[in-house]
């Protein structure tokens, strides 16, 4: 039997106190310790995980590790009980980078004393990533109609982020020129000694935005202060600052650049709109071709954004059948893809009105839209 460097007990005491006893998976962080039905005792479901393995045969074994660095605190990481069983289970996913980067996350946030209030068990922030590999679906209209849906139904602050430089998604919350934004600014939050602006939407209460000049340059600050970036870490922080619990983000084909990429590759739920374009099949097996190496993706939702498909019943077919194939491929990866019910249906009237600077939900020409866009959220996040 293979000897374990299993860790000293004060070591595991220290994993828990550094991430305040919750579980340090960033779409989990679970409350791991609490009262037990006895007055003198209490319960903890949470474990000091090797993050290399404690010994060979293990997960992520690194045979170039001596018995002083496996059961080192450098090592750990603390996680709930299932949580654990998962990154064993999958150590290709969970890699030995993914897991540093959750416990540095983890503890960093905890760092900063005006910021270190931690989310109660009711309050999990969602990062929707609005993603395709294809033109003509949708995805600005999608993602300024999701925030406000949002924001509406459920009475909730929504940061709406822009990761494609024309800023369409914005428009269509009511900004224009960039002369417009001054006098809806909030104020600004620093985010690891590196500034974030966002401005509330003209139009619809509870919704803020960032800009994409924005996000690009928080992008360069931290990778000239730090040497790599964190914009997952930048958002977690800004929405416990600020109280957001829906961050919707335009990610464009989430392909173009570094910043699409690492938005999409944070997202905990990935929404694809198809839309009536004829490579929409190609252009979402290209979105989750990428998201087989997030850790964050929990949901991968796609759904129709202009209507069911077009109006020929054998182009329909044709579409049908690509779509299944490609979904049951993308499952196959172990990919969570689900079909949304909810169908948005067409309306020739959306393009004019939301360029107008006004609140489409008061139109009364797309009130069917509206209603869909209700519909969906309540279907995905109700």
């Known amino acids: 039997m293979n000897k374990r460097d299993d860790f000293l007990k004060k070591t595991k005491e220290e994993l828990a106190k550094r991430c305040s006893y919750r579980c340090s998976n960033p779409n989990c962080q679970k409350i791991t310790i609490g009262a037990h039905s006895r007055p003198d005792k209490s319960l903890c479901i949470g474990r000091a995980c090797h993050i290399s393995a404690a010994a060979e045969g293990g997960a992520r074994y690194n045979k170039l590790m001596t018995s002083q660095q496996r059961r080192a605190i450098e090592n750990g990481i603390w996680l709930c009980a299932d949580c654990s069983d998962i990154i064993d289970k999958d150590e290709k996913k969970y890699t030995v980078e993914v897991l540093k980067q959750w416990k540095e996350q983890a503890e960093k946030e905890l760092m900063y004393s005006d910021s270190c209030l931690i989310k109660d068990s009711q309050h999990l922030l969602k990062i929707i990533g609005i993603a395709i590999g294809a033109g003509g679906t949708g995805k600005s209209f999608v993602t300024s109609a999701i925030s406000v849906a949002l924001s509406k139904q459920f009475n909730k602050k929504v940061l709406c982020v822009s990761v494609t430089k024309y800023d369409h998604a914005l428009l269509n919350l009511g900004f224009e020129r960039e002369l417009e934004r001054l006098p809806f600014s909030n104020s600004s939050i620093t985010h690891n000694d590196v500034k974030i602006q966002t401005y509330h939407s003209p139009i619809y209460d509870n919704v803020d935005v960032i800009f994409y000049d924005t996000l690009k340059d928080i992008h360069l600050q931290q990778l000239l202060k730090f040497g790599k970036t964190d914009l997952n870490g930048m958002l977690l922080d800004l929405s416990k600052r600020c109280g957001y619990e829906y961050i919707v983000c335009d990610c464009g084909d989430g392909l173009t650049n570094s910043i699409q990429t690492e938005i999409l590759l944070a997202s905990s739920e990935v929404i694809i709109p198809l839309g009536q374009h004829s490579n929409s099949n190609g252009g ?27 109006s020929n019943p054998k182009v329909n077919a044709q579409f049908r059948k690509e779509f299944l194939q490609t979904q049951e491929i993308i499952c196959k990866a172990g990919l969570n893809l689900k079909e949304v019910k909810t169908v948005i249906p067409e309306n020739r009237y959306i393009s004019d009105c939301m360029w107008r600077k006004k609140d489409i939900w008061k139109f009364e020409k797309v009130k069917n839209v509206v209603q869909a866009y209700k519909e969906l959220v309540n279907e995905l996040f109700g």
């Open 284 to 310: 979402m097996s290209s979105v989750c071709y990428w998201l087989r190496n997030s850790s964050s993706c929990k949901n991968i939702w796609v759904f129709y954004s202009m209507g069911y498909l077009t």
